[in-house]
């Protein structure tokens, strides 16, 4: 079985380093958004760009999990190449991010100012406060090419599938985290209830990056559907 990982915005790969054992024995792909963990900063449209970027970089059909902009992309995977997905999992995603200005001015404020202007209030809503690795993933944050930021927000900004969602038809686990401000559990709610016989799980005590914090939990929900 092929498992495609695609990440939040702001991080690497590496945001999938708890999930190990569960993809051991497994042929797992690593998606990097452009920008990120290396990956060149690239022409970006929308998140439709970045669905099929996916395509390209892998054959065959695949179980797909996407955690907060890598869930959108899974999303828009499933509605425009439903044939290439066996499985759907989408961590800590929305149909909508909030309004697209927000996005255009984050855009604007980190390609005048670095991921430094934000990095505070992005840790704050990804992690809780008793999380040892802030450090860690602060300077993972700091690691992302601003630019590849800034043009996945841009990206972000125009993402909007409140009405669409209803002709997927992958089997599908959305996962919310409880505390999560960046895609609440009534989000996933929403999500899972538009697409026909999804499942939806709610870790206790998350926030955005469930996958990293409450990994246990998580890792026990994404092992249930490999």
């Not at 498992?3 to 380093?17: H, N, Q, Y």
């Not at 929308?46 to 899974?74: I, M, N, Q, Y």
Request: hydrophobic share 45%; charged share 25%; net charge negative.
């Amino acid at each position: 079985m092929t498992v495609v990982l695609c990440g939040s915005l702001g991080l690497s790969a590496e945001v999938w380093e708890r999930q190990a054992p569960v993809l051991a024995g497994r042929e797992a792909v690593f998606v990097e958004h452009p920008g990120h963990g290396g990956a060149p900063v690239t022409e970006l449209h929308d998140v439709g760009d970045l669905a099929a970027g996916v395509l390209e970089a892998v054959d065959g059909s695949f179980t797909f999990v996407g955690l907060s902009l890598g869930g959108a992309v899974g999303m828009r995977l499933a509605l425009d190449a439903p044939e290439r997905l066996d499985r759907l999992v989408l961590v800590c995603t929305s149909r909508r991010f909030g309004e697209p200005t927000q996005w255009v001015q984050r855009a604007e404020t980190v390609r005048r100012d670095g991921l430094e202007a934000i990095v505070d209030a992005v840790l704050e809503r990804w992690f809780t406060p008793s999380f040892p690795e802030l450090d860690v993933y602060r300077e993972r944050f700091l690691a992302t090419d601003r630019e590849g930021y800034a043009r996945c927000c841009e990206a972000l900004a125009t993402w909007d599938v409140d009405d669409a969602l209803g002709a997927v038809r992958t089997p599908t686990l959305v996962v919310a985290g409880e505390h999560d401000p960046s895609a609440p559990p009534a989000e996933a709610e929403q999500i899972a209830a538009a697409i026909l016989g999804a499942r939806l799980e709610v870790i206790a005590g998350a926030k955005h990056l469930a996958p990293v914090e409450w990994a246990q939990d998580f890792n026990r929900l994404l092992e249930g559907c490999l």
